[in-house]
């Protein structure tokens, strides 16, 4: 093995990297100072051969060849250049020196560079970079793809010469400039394309400015896409509406009749509320058809298959109350039922809970309805397990509970907890529309039930449609089911209206009304046909609901001066 001279050691020893030294037969002499510091190169490598030290056939070329050269490799989880060359120092002796600098940074730039370089390349994204002065530097493949405009025509251009030549209408690059901050516009584009294009300053060490990276995003499709959805949301909500519309008019199939727009709004929205399991506060006077309304909504709620339980709160005496509603265990009290009793909040389970007149609860049992309202759970008189309420819960007045609220003869913390969603129901005397379509309802009914062909004469229909109906459709009902049972020869007339109304106001003053037959007929026709055609019918379908022929239909209407509904 060739002695490596001290004089050369030293000079070696300056060198920033770590270098091995091999004699010509290609055996390690010396590793100077850096390369044993950086631990590259084991300790116990001199007098070895190269080799032995690294299993790289690479290095074989050191010690086959005189060649001078380099290459890159990676050892210990590190990458390395390995650059080496053959001396003669004293002109005799040869050495090989393999000069071994770390570039495991440079690589790591290297990959971290190509990986941005890739992202800008393929990004679905447009992306285009100015200096610092808004000159625009580079471009993307998908910038010059969304906007139309080709790389070529924006290099070396300014951000207001790019907006005065055409191609957008205003920049993000220049409000970035201006504000320092991140800005985000919505120009429009030469191409007629939709974007949201975003710009962002790039600070050196200084805080100037030296670039302005900017994102352009394509939203064509997407404000499309939306504008599609918004469509198939008008659609949507349109076909709701006509469902509901048409739900509401096949409720006449129950016996719910309705004209009225007044009526059919409030059946509308009891039909959306329905479908949630919201409290119900129906209000409106006594046989205004609150009872019906809370049918409708049980008919149409995930309750439907669940029983309807009505409890009519003034008519259970106070005493009786807790235990009706709630029930009781066997001994509970002295006249309890051995077996106990369930209350009808549990019959009502999975169903639907009517509490009609709850306005005349007392205060004390308002008190325990609240409880029972705010945790959906009660407890039986006498018993100590807690019953989970499951069940749909509609209440109804035809109290003023506000009014009540005030004179603290009603809860106030009751009032809000069942006031959720309130259905005024309208008197009869405010949708005098619903007042033909039920008469003649309940004539079919009552004729089928009693086995009847009973009619009622012009001059009683008009004298209906005049009435005020202080009792509403129940006192609408109960009277045709009197008329038809008392009517003489199956003929409602005026001659039995004295008997029939005697001491309700209006009825009998309308009927002795100066008002010529001529005028009660036509007045009688008239609202009987509109009705029909509310309906769509045409003047064929008129003819037959009517049980008159069709050209009298067309002929009617035209002395009536009404015209057919488009």
């Given amino acids: 093995m060739t002695e490596f001279k001290e004089d050369y050691k030293i000079i070696i020893d300056c060198l920033p990297d770590s270098v091995i030294v091999l004699d010509e037969a290609g055996y390690v ?7 044993q510091a950086a631990k590259i190169i084991p300790a116990s490598v001199l007098g070895k051969s190269l080799t032995e030290v690294f299993s790289f056939s690479a290095f074989q070329n050191v010690i086959d060849t005189q060649d001078q050269g380099s290459h890159e490799f990676d050892w210990n989880g590190q990458s390395y250049c390995a650059n080496y060359r053959t001396i003669k120092p004293d002109g005799h002796a040869v050495f090989r020196l393999i000069i071994l600098h770390d570039i495991s940074k440079i690589k790591k730039l290297e990959k971290m560079n190509s990986d941005l370089s890739d992202a800008f390349k393929f990004s679905h994204d447009g992306m285009f970079i100015c200096d610092g002065n808004g000159v625009a530097k580079k471009y993307n493949e998908a910038y010059c793809r969304i906007t139309g405009i080709g790389a070529e025509e924006m290099i070396g251009l300014s951000m207001t010469e790019v907006i005065k030549k055409g191609y957008v209408s205003e920049s993000a690059t220049l409000k970035a400039l201006q504000t320092r901050k991140p800005a985000t516009t919505m120009p429009q584009l ?7 294009i975003t710009s962002t300053p790039v600070f050196d060490e200084n805080n100037n400015i030296v670039r302005i990276v900017a994102n352009v995003r394509d939203i064509t499709e ?40 007044k009526m059919q709004d409030i059946v509308s929205t009891a039909l959306k509320v329905a479908a949630t399991d919201t409290i119900v506060l129906i209000t409106g ?3 205004s058809g609150k009872e019906v309304l809370a049918r409708i909504i049980h008919a149409n709620s995930e309750f439907k298959d669940g029983p309807f339980v009505k409890i009519t ?32 909040f549990e019959v009502a389970s999975e169903g639907t809970l ?10 004390l049992m308002q008190t325990k309805l609240l409880g029972v309202l705010q945790d959906m759970k009660f407890t039986r008189l006498g018993g100590t397990k807690e019953i989970k309420l499951n069940a749909r819960i509609v209440v109804a007045t035809n109290r003023e509970l506000e009014e009540m609220v ?21 008197p009869l005397s405010e949708r005098k529309d619903d007042i033909l379509p039920l008469v003649n309802y309940f004539l079919r009914k009552f004729n089928e039930k009693y086995k009847t062909s009973t009619t009622i004469s012009p001059q009683v229909m008009n004298a209906f449609l005049n009435y005020e109906w202080p009792g509403n459709v129940r006192e609408l009902e109960n009277l045709m089911k009197r ?17 029939v109304f005697w001491g309700r106001p209006n009825m009998t003053n309308t009927a002795t009304a100066s008002v010529g037959l001529k005028d009660v007929l036509e007045n009688v026709e008239r609202r009987l046909i509109q009705s029909c055609l509310k309906k769509g019918y045409s003047s064929y379908k008129i003819a037959r609901e009517l049980s008159i022929n069709q050209s009298t239909v067309i002929r009617k209407m035209k002395r009536l001066g009404i015209k057919q509904i488009a």
């Fill in 190 to 196: 030469k191409s007629g394309n939709k974007v949201i």
């Fill in 313 to 344: 709160c003034s008519a259970i005496p106070e005493t009786l109350l807790e235990s009706e509603l709630f029930g009781y265990e066997k001994g509970a009290f002295t006249s309890a039922q051995k077996t106990g009793k369930i209350g009808l």
């Fill in 354 to 363: 009517f509490l009609d007149e709850i306005g005349e609860l007392p205060l």
């Fill in 222 to 261: 997407l404000l499309a896409i939306k504008g599609q959805m918004e469509q198939v949301k008008e659609l949507s909500e349109r076909y709701y509406s006509e469902i509901i519309h048409l739900r509401s008019q096949s409720l006449k199939i129950d016996g719910f009749i309705t004209e009225s727009s």
């Fill in 406 to 426: 005030g004179n603290h003869q009603f809860r106030k913390d009751l009032f809000y907890r069942i006031n959720v969603v309130g259905l005024k129901v309208p």
């Fill in 285 to 287: 006077e006594s046989g």
């Fill in 483 to 499: 008329l038809i049972i008392l009517a003489p020869n199956e003929q409602v007339t005026m001659d039995m209206m004295s008997d």
């Fill in 29 to 35: 002499v010396y590793v100077n100072q850096i390369g």
